[in-house]
């Protein structure tokens, strides 16, 4: 079905606990409002038809409605009169089932719902009545083009909005009841950006029973960029044009496209149950948290004839590191070459030195007890392999790792790696991605799986956003730490950071961890790895155990 421009509205209200027809007054109030704008399609928050907080399961049972009832009834009345698509959130009881779920809907203009789906990742208040999803990630095609949904935590688990875009999805409305400010301002940019999707995101604002809710429903574009927002702790619309052909263009810079330059057949991983997986033991592990508290850093500096740098001065910058400290630094990604963009002369080049290399930041190893990370290019049976080295406190090799996701650049010489080690040292569980496979959310996520504790992330960063939107998401998500190191003559240069297991207080990126462009510069932070290892965000809400993963299939097709 053939798609266009059109406006589209995320409601920002509060539903009333256990009072349809109260809350279908709220929403014809506000599609009444969305179509004198010519809007076509109006997003509702999760849940809009009784309210969340519930006293018991008895009683979610006693307000929850049937997906024929009066609420959608109510809706697709509204979507008749008004000639409008509506989307909404709702308590839904199944009678076949016999389970009460967190349910969307979407309806068209005729009021027929086309689109019926269950929260799959649900959160502490959610297990308190709510069933799993049970219907996976439809997607369906509209004259709003092709159209998926979600429910707001459903958006801190990588895997959901991935699939619902693998599934074709443009435009991903979203149902949420958000509880915090970074929900809306940095997860919803994050997963349009990773997935070169539409998100319109409806949530609530004001107080219901012991929650407050502050708002943020908004409309965010396939690049991450806000188009429209309601303000934090008010009611109202955030409408904004929303072109769905834009999620068709998948290109990025360097010649790059997210869904193409996928390695699927690297993340069987992910639809591995979570019994199977070495995360489902390790953070069972105990361990004794003094013991276990390192300073750690990312060490911005690397060759470079701009800025005048010889690679001893790397490493005298990294000997001065060790000294004030710092237990595992992680260099940025072919920190041996002057150049951002590596060739097959250069890569050869790097290859030819790589035994030097490793001797020379070994020294330094040695000498001041720490590890570093050392990224460069390896010469294996002729064939040339993106390799990062973690040396350790007695100078050998502790791991290394083969970079998975490749930049067309380095596809013209390079042999990309296929897969994601994770190695017990005296620091933690380490796993490491390079460069481009921070872009994609399934390398942190095979790494989590696999059990890490700390990611290292040296980079030459493309897009700043990467920064402000990738790097934090790709920690909190799998509860790791991660170093990431950047080159200062990347597109995006400087801003080397490191982002906790339990994000920061702050959701601001640049005020949490300051952006410095200089050279030479050593970002430190003390990692936990206590706080790395249990992978609760919040109680009974295991960023592992609690998904679904007979559900994506959609990540390991070819």
Known sequence: MKSYEYRAAAVQTLAEVGNADANLEICAHYVKQAAQQDVRVIVFPECMNAGYLYDSIPHARQVAEPINGKFVSGLAKLARQYDVYIASGMTEWDPKAKKVFNTGILLDRKGDLVVHYHKQFLTTHDQNWFEFGERGFPVVDTELGRVGLMICFDGRIPEIPRCTALGGAQVILDMANFFLIDQADMWRPARALENGVWICAATKAGQERSIYYPGGSLIVDPHGNLRAKVAWGTHGMAIGEIDPTLADNK????????????????????????????????????????????????????????????????????????????????????????????????????????????????????????????????????????????????????????????????????????????????????????????????????????????????????????????????????????????????????????????????????????????????????????????????????????????????????
């Open 251 to 558: 290109r990025s810079i360097l010649g790059t496209d997210k869904f193409a330059d996928r390695r699927p057949d690297t993340y069987t991983v992910l639809t591995w149950p979570y019994e199977e997986t070495v995360v489902s033991k390790t953070s069972m592990e105990p361990i004794v948290p003094g013991e276990m508290t390192f300073n750690m850093a990312a060490a911005q500096t690397h060759v470079s004839e701009s800025q005048p740098t010889t690679l001893d001065r790397v490493v005298e910058q990294v000997s001065h590191g060790a000294r004030f400290g710092v237990e595992l630094m992680v260099l940025p990604e072919y920190v041996a070459s002057p150049n951002w963009r590596i060739d097959e002369t250069e890569a050869k080049r790097l290859a030819f030195i790589n035994s030097e290399l490793l001797e020379k930041f070994g020294e330094v190893c040695k000498t001041s007890k720490c590890a570093i990370l050392v990224p460069n290019v390896e010469k294996v049976d002729g064939k040339l392999y993106p390799t990062s080295f973690l040396i350790g406190p007695k100078g050998d090799v502790l791991m290394s790792y083969r970079k998975v996701h490749l930049f067309s650049d380095e596809r013209a010489w390079a042999t990309a790696g296929s897969e994601y080690p994770v190695v017990d040292t005296p620091y933690g569980r380490i796993g490491i991605m390079m460069g481009y496979d921070g872009m994609f959310p399934e390398a942190a996520r095979c790494l989590g799986i696999n059990g890490a504790d700390v990611i290292l992330w040296p980079a030459r960063l493309q897009d700043r956003k990467e920064r402000t939107l990738i790097a934090v998401p790709r920690a909190v998500d799998n509860r790791c730490a991660v170093i990431l190191a950047n080159r200062i003559d990347a597109p995006f240069g400087g801003g080397s950071m490191v982002a906790l297991p339990a994000q920061f207080p702050v959701w601001d990126v640049d005020v949490a961890t300051p952006y410095y462009p200089d050279m030479h510069k050593i970002i430190l932070e003390v990692i936990e790895i206590a706080g790395a290892r249990q992978k609760n965000m919040m109680a009974n809400v295991h960023m592992f155990a609690k998904r679904q993963p007979w559900t994506y299939n959609a990540l390991v097709a070819q």
